[in-house]
């Protein structure tokens, strides 16, 4: 479950966002996944816990 990503160079830990900043991400096409910059989801784990998954099956 990856807590980082990745928008317009600038580095996105999802724990450290505000709930309000968080959501905002949702339909952002630019956010990236900082491992192969795979286009990045902002999702809620069932406990609450937000993270970012890969748009598409990716190389890693």
């Known amino acids: ?3 980082t990503a990745q928008l317009g160079g600038a580095r996105l830990v999802s724990v450290e966002l505000t ?3 968080f959501d ?3 339909g952002e ?3 990236q996944m900082r491992c192969c910059e ?3 989801i902002p ?3 069932v406990r609450g ?3 970012f998954a890969h748009g ?3 190389e890693c």
């Open 38 to 40: 795979a286009r990045a």
């Open 29 to 31: 096409r630019a956010l």
């Open 19 to 21: 709930p309000e900043a």
């Open 24 to 26: 905002a991400l949702r």
């Open 1 to 3: 479950m990856p807590l």
């Open 49 to 51: 816990l937000p993270f």
């Open 56 to 58: 598409a099956r990716g």
């Open 43 to 45: 999702k809620r784990s």
